[in-house]
């Protein structure tokens, strides 16, 4: 069982960054695959970035790429969501989740980020 523990969220002006911490514990292992998702009012939830914990090529959601960097740091068990120039249509809610394999088993309480114009 992994248990996800997500924070750094909070309400900022257009332009503005924010770092959210997400910290695991619990069995992980390199192989797995860790997310950050957001979910708006009335919207489905969509993955903003993934990466292997062992190290791989991150992947971003189109509406992100180039403003938000996710990264891992093993030793502390955290994943990462740096956000620059965030904008208003990024306020949402924002989940880590880790899978294993298929489907993400574990995901966190969330955090909101709101971003003001």
């Known amino acids: 069982q992994v248990e996800l523990v997500e924070s750094g969220g909070g309400l900022v002006q257009d332009g503005d960054s924010l770092t959210l911490s997400c910290v695991a514990s619990?069995?992980?292992?390199?192989?797995?695959?860790a997310g950050w998702f957001r979910q708006a009012p009335g919207n489905e939830r969509d993955v903003v970035a993934t990466i292997r914990l062992s190290g791989s090529v991150p992947y971003y959601a189109d509406s992100v790429k180039g403003r938000f960097t996710i990264s891992s740091d093993a030793a502390k068990n955290t994943v990462y969501l740096q956000m620059n120039s965030l904008k208003p249509e990024d306020t949402a809610v924002y989940y880590c989740?880790?899978?294993?394999?298929?489907?993400?088993?574990?995901w966190g309480q969330g955090t909101q980020v709101t971003v003001s114009s």
């Open positions: 989740a880790m899978r294993r394999t298929g489907s993400w088993d574990f």
């Open positions: 619990g069995s992980i292992f390199s192989h797995y695959v």
